[in-house]
């Protein structure tokens, strides 16, 4: 199962998505059009481009000299090629040496940019090579921050060599006094040199021109009419209620809903929470011989409306230019009014019709209704508008465990995005 999810992210991620971007390859160039947004967890070495007459290309650090992308919450991010002495020091603990300073290694990298100024925040994340920081100045020189750990000669301790702390120091400028004794608590971590670089450069009365945002999730609420159609179908100790055919009805469904886009994951991949109104009302009937007099009818109502409480996850994929996702949850209902009777009638071969007074099967069924829903949505015009047709499969349980009410629906509902 686990294997399988994973299977299942890593597809809906290898999806292309191409997003608003601008490429500076490194003869000056500039190139607009779409690159394909992959939610980069670490710093990518090749871009795909779409131009906006439709070709696409591949460009790697070899063709650029930066890139940006306009993501899906509306936020630049911003890469840019750099020639570094990046530090390749080993960081597993049964690897680590007694040199306290760093082993470096010439690389070509696209660096993402965290703050874009007189004094530039970049930042790498080379994934089993670790995450990396440098700073950048006016005159093209790019170096790495540097932090190191190593252990005692001699015996296991581990120390590190936060020489970063003093590159820092070193950058700020007179102005910047104030400050120069909290850079050296400074954490190696994106928030706190993102924060200690803003304040050099607004020393040196340098507005950013640049600084990175994280994604944000997108949010929305939602709102949606339909109906439902219904199939009961009882399963009891007692051969009448197993064998009764209800008839297949309509009712009316409405609900609000609340979605969440996960992050990274290039609005494919939200989980949605609802509050649901469904009702259902069914009647049938199971017919037997009643020796050879006439045929008894057993009739069975039932009558029952439910606020449901729905989680789901929803995948949303992107065939040509429209959207399409897929829903998958479970739903837990609590019962607002439950009716339910059974009645048999002897149908006599004389005519005569007997009666023979109510069961009720569901006295002590629980409040509760539990079940597994599964929805195919699509957008109508515009992203506010959706249509959904959706299937659930819910059980009532009683307190006596041999009555159970499975319920399956068919909906078709209206939906508005605000």
């Not at 886009?261 to 037997?288: D, F, N, W």
Request: glycine share 6%.
């Amino acid at each position: 199962m686990v294997f399988s999810l994973l299977l299942a992210y890593n597809f809906i991620i290898a999806q292309k998505d191409y997003l608003p971007g601008t490429i500076v390859k490194l003869n000056g160039e500039i190139l607009t059009g779409g690159i394909d947004y992959q939610n980069w967890k670490k710093n990518p070495s090749f871009i795909l481009f779409k131009s906006n007459n439709g070709q696409e290309s591949k460009y790697t650090y070899q063709d650029m000299a930066s890139f940006e992308v306009l993501r899906p919450d509306k936020k630049l991010e911003r890469y840019r090629r750099a020639i570094v002495q990046l530090n390749v020091s080993p960081t597993a603990l049964d690897k680590l040496d007694d040199n306290p300073y760093p082993i470096l290694k010439t690389d070509t990298l696209l660096l993402m940019v965290l703050v874009d100024s007189e004094i530039d925040l970049l930042y790498y994340n080379g994934g089993s090579k670790g995450s990396h920081f440098f700073y950048a100045t006016t005159d093209g020189k790019v170096e790495e921050l540097i932090t190191k750990e190593f252990i005692t000669k001699g015996s296991r301790q581990i120390n590190v060599n936060d020489q970063y702390r003093i590159q820092i120091y070193n950058l700020t400028p007179d102005c910047d006094e104030k400050d120069k004794p909290q850079i050296l608590k400074l954490k190696y971590e994106k928030k706190q040199l993102m924060a200690a670089f803003m304040s050099i450069n607004k020393c040196l009365s340098h507005d950013p021109d640049y600084l990175f945002e994280n994604e944000n999730s997108i949010n929305n609420f939602y709102a949606y009419v339909g109906a439902d159609y219904n199939f009961v179908k009882m399963n009891s100790n007692k051969e009448y209620w197993n064998k009764t055919d209800f008839d297949n009805t309509f009712s009316p469904t409405f609900g609000l809903g609340f979605q969440w886009m996960i992050p990274r994951t290039q609005k494919k991949l939200s989980i949605a929470y609802e509050i649901y109104y469904t009702q259902i009302k069914a009647k049938g009937q199971y017919i037997k011989d009643f020796l050879n007099l006439g045929k008894d009818h057993y009739i069975t109502q039932i009558e029952a409306a439910y606020l449901r409480l729905n989680t789901s996850v929803q995948w949303r994929f992107i065939p040509r230019k429209t959207w399409v996702f897929l829903r998958f949850g479970v739903s837990i209902g609590y019962a607002l009014y439950t009716s339910q009777s059974s009645t048999l009638e002897t149908h006599y071969f004389d005519g005569h019709v007997g009666r023979y007074g109510k069961d009720t099967p569901f006295a002590n069924i629980q409040k509760v209704n539990e079940g597994l829903l599964l929805g195919l949505c699509t957008k109508v015009m515009n992203e506010h508008l959706t249509m959904e047709v959706r299937l659930s499969n819910t059980y009532d349980i009683s307190n006596d465990l041999a009555i159970r009410m499975n319920t399956k629906s068919l909906a078709v509902l209206a939906g508005f995005n605000f």
